[in-house]
T-cell receptor, first 113, second 112 residues
Framework: DAGVIQSPRHEVTEMGQEVTLRCKPI?????LFWYRQTMMRGLELLIY????????DSGMPEDRFSAKMPNASFSTLKIQPSEPRDSAVYFC???????????FGEGSRLTVL | EDKVVQSPLSLVVHEGDTVTLNCSYE??????LLWYKQEKKAPTFLFML????IEKKSGRLSSILDKKELFSILNITATQTGDSAVYLC????????????FGKGTRLSVIA
């Protein structure tokens, strides 16, 4: 299996632009997580889905952030409009069921100028 | 609020040293504790611990959980430069809507 696949790997954009990050979970995994990692705050859970349904989005910083999972093999995290403080590495992870090892993608490094 | 605290935040040691990384937690309805290693990219799984006092071992790495005192340690013996990474501790709960709560990690640097 190819593992969790994220794109883009790096994105540099200007403040105010829309950013869309993409994730393909491991086939057969029914839970998907979006995390954001910064030096200051560590790894923070933004939102997670179970069977394509958002379960908890309380970690989403504000209305500028939105996430969708239209089917079991694809999810997006969108930031509109982006701000410099959104600069971070965004990880997608998936898991089969609810418990055990979480499999991470390689992350999308976002820089907002 | 569920909380996972790791210490130290960073550590620099020489090759061959033994290190102990700490993870303490305060969560409701604990299910398991997991350790991950993060080098340049994504975190990779090391151990999952569910029972107190049972050591998990993989090569030079070992870990143990104390559910009474609410902490875990990760030991690395005979450290090598390839052990340099951020080590993340995460706790899984059965309640609420956040299945995994991560600590901020310990950054380990092993110098030759």
């Amino acid at each position: 299996d190819a593992g969790v696949i994220q794109s883009p790997r790096h994105e540099v954009t200007e403040m105010g632009q829309e950013v869309t990050l993409r994730c393909k979970p491991i086939s057969g995994h029914n839970s998907l997580f979006w995390y954001r990692q910064t030096m200051m705050r560590g790894l923070e859970l933004l939102i997670y889905f179970n069977n394509n349904v958002p379960i908890d989005d309380s970690g989403m910083p504000e209305d500028r952030f939105s996430a969708k999972m239209p089917n079991a093999s694809f999810s997006t995290l969108k930031i509109q409009p982006s701000e410099p403080r959104d600069s971070a590495v965004y990880f997608c992870a998936s898991i089969a069921g609810w418990t055990g090892e979480l499999f991470f993608g390689e992350g999308s490094r976002l820089t907002v100028l | 609020e569920d909380k996972v605290v790791q210490s130290p935040l960073s550590l620099v040691v020489h090759e061959g040293d033994t290190v102990t990384l700490n993870c303490s937690y305060e969560v409701t309805n604990f299910r398991s504790l997991l350790w991950y290693k993060q080098e340049k990219k994504a975190p990779t799984f090391l151990f999952m611990l569910t029972s107190s006092g049972i050591e998990k071992k993989s090569g030079r790495l070992s870990s143990i959980l104390d559910k009474k005192e609410l902490f875990s340690i990760l030991n690395i013996t005979a450290t090598q430069t390839g052990d340099s990474a951020v080590y993340l501790c995460a706790v899984e709960t059965t309640s609420g809507n956040t299945p995994l709560v991560f600590g901020k990690g310990t950054r380990l640097s092993v110098i030759a």
